[in-house]
């Protein structure tokens, strides 16, 4: 699967129909300034699949 490319003014602009994109039909984005990626944003299926496939000891738990 191609990921689509944005920068962060693209993300200003159209953060709604990127996140669509990401949701509905399950595309991945990567965020762009000055033409170096800041962060990828994935279906958060991806994300929580990738979670549970972790080992307990390597999950970041926040301090309560």
Known sequence: ????????????????????????????AAITRKGKTLAYLVP???FEQMIAQQPAGDRHQDAA
Not at 1 to 24: A, H, N, P, S, V
Request: proline content about 0%; cysteine-free.
């Open 44 to 46: 958060a299926e991806w």
């Open 1 to 28: 699967m191609e990921t689509k490319t944005y920068t962060t003014i693209d993300l200003r602009k159209g953060m709604g129909e990127i996140l669509d994109r990401t949701r509905i039909a399950g595309e991945a």
